[in-house]
């Protein structure tokens, strides 16, 4: 069965960096697009950015953009989410999840997901 497990989350400051990684057994992660969510509390869930098998880089939240960015090792079947400059409203639970190949913003397209790592931002 595929799975997914982040790690890297922890309690920063403001303005500090973070490497979050996603390990993907049970599946080749090459053919898979991994897209990076997060829910903050008493918020929705929201999509934050995505890389596809094809490395196409999707950014879907406009406050990261210029601060987090996303890569895969396919050799290790990992993929990571490095963030820079943090904020105290990045502050949540950063989830990863697989999709067939291509980015979507939609998260019921993802077919797997891992339980979460959260992540805190302090003033």
């Known amino acids: 069965q595929p799975q997914l497990v982040e790690s890297g989350g922890g309690l920063v400051q403001s303005g500090g960096s973070l490497r979050l990684s996603c390990a993907a057994s049970g599946f080749t992660l090459e053919h898979y697009a991994i897209g990076w969510f997060r829910q903050a509390p008493g918020k929705e869930r929201e999509g934050v950015l995505c890389i596809s098998n094809r490395n196409d880089i999707e950014y879907w939240t406009d406050s990261v953009k210029g601060r987090f960015t996303i890569s895969r090792d396919n050799a290790k079947n990992t993929a990571y989410l490095q963030m820079n400059s943090l904020k105290p409203e990045d502050t949540a639970v950063y989830y990863c999840?697989?999709?067939?190949?291509?980015?979507?913003?939609?998260?019921?397209?993802?077919?797997?997901w891992g339980r979460g790592t959260q992540v805190t931002v302090s003033s």
């Open positions: 999840a697989r999709r067939a190949f291509k980015c979507n913003v939609i998260s019921d397209l993802y077919d797997a």
